[in-house]
């Protein structure tokens, strides 16, 4: 027991305190002085990122020392799931904060701190509840069945598979570079694009892509073709492998549809003649 709850008292303090850290920075550098809803959003956004760059290394280094995909262990994979769970937890009212902070941008809270009609609060509640109701879902999921699932049902086993879904995170530095990007009004830069590519890739390749990998990687080790592996394990890793790949294929779709309206061309405003027409 004290072995799993060091690493999740070390995630419990680095993840908020990244946060607060990068958050007090932007506020009180003489150079920045940024607003507070700035600050926290960023700030957030950088902690995601950080999170997702060690998770990804993490999982590299996993799935590459297993050479037996089914027996062999690493010592890291367990130490990073257990530091990733407070993560998880921080990071649903971290998401609160940014929301929060840009409803009261928006002008719906009280200005300057004044009183706020009664309920408002609740209203903000809700109102997040129901804009990132998926994403809560998922990280109450991450903690609340996947980690007891990774620590006590796998029992030492597949530890190159937690590694290859742990490299699920590589697109997120992308995702939170886009979202800054968007919150400063920079859609149509360069940056904003080549960013929005590499976030379509890594987002196809280390999210969608990664399941019928998996199944390609147990398929190869049992000797079974690929469309053989579903029928030959059993059904509720089926059903755990469809519920982690249904949102990553609403997300994915979210990104297609934003990387079409990013790439078209804009068409250009009709001339005061056609107008009159």
Request: charged share 10%; with cysteine.
């Amino acid at each position: 027991m004290a072995t799993m709850l060091t690493p999740m008292v070390a995630g419990g303090v680095v993840f908020p305190g990244l946060f607060l850290l990068s958050k007090n920075t932007l506020q009180r550098l003489p150079q920045l002085r940024w607003e507070e809803a700035d600050a926290v959003i960023v700030s957030a956004r950088l902690v995601s990122s950080v999170q997702a760059i060690m998770a990804s290394t993490a999982g590299y280094i996993v799935s590459t020392s297993c050479k037996h995909i089914i027996d062999d262990q690493h010592w890291l994979s367990s130490a990073y799931t257990q530091f990733a769970v407070p993560y998880f937890i921080y990071d649903i009212y971290a998401m609160f904060l940014c929301h929060w902070h840009k409803h009261q941008v928006k002008g719906h809270g009280g200005d300057d701190g004044a009183a706020r009609a009664p309920g408002s609060t609740w209203a903000v509640v809700r109102g997040y509840l129901h804009k990132e109701f998926l994403m809560v879902l998922h990280h109450a999921v991450m903690v609340l069945v996947c980690f007891p699932l990774s620590v006590v049902w796998r029992q030492g086993k597949g530890d190159f598979f937690l590694g290859c879904m742990l490299m699920a995170e590589v697109s997120t530095p992308f995702v939170c570079l886009g979202k800054i990007l968007i919150q400063y009004k920079q859609q149509h830069t360069l940056l904003h694009k080549v960013n929005g590519a590499l976030m379509l890739l890594s987002f196809l390749c280390c999210r969608v892509l990664l399941f019928p990998y998996l199944y390609w990687a147990y398929g190869r080790h049992a000797g079974l073709p690929l469309l053989a592996v579903p029928l030959a394990i059993p059904a509720h890793v089926n059903l755990g492998a469809a519920l982690l790949l249904a949102p990553q294929l609403y997300w994915f779709f979210l990104i297609c549809r934003g990387a079409c309206r990013l790439f078209q061309p804009r068409s250009p405003p009709p001339s005061p003649f056609q107008a009159q027409d």
